[in-house]
């Protein structure tokens, strides 16, 4: 991605992930109303523990390179 016009190599995971039981097959419009109902407190539980290893809370600074 182009940050002022040069190429920087950037990582990190790009989309939310969740996981929950559900007893029916949700289509897309069912799932967005969900979590637009959903509480920050709801959607805490849907994220699987073993992805706290990778994911930070929060948006950082962008670590820019002191060489360019």
Do not use: C
Not at 27 to 49: H, Y
Request: proline share 6%; glycine share 6%.
């Amino acid at each position: 991605m182009p940050i002022d016009g040069k190429l920087y190599l950037t990582r990190g995971a790009v989309f939310s992930y969740y996981e929950f039981i559900s007893l029916e097959r949700l289509t897309d419009e069912k799932w967005q109303e969900m979590l637009r109902k959903a509480s920050t407190s709801d959607l805490q539980e849907w994220v699987p523990e073993w992805t706290k290893s990778f994911v930070r809370a929060g948006k950082g600074e962008i670590p820019f390179p002191k060489d360019w």
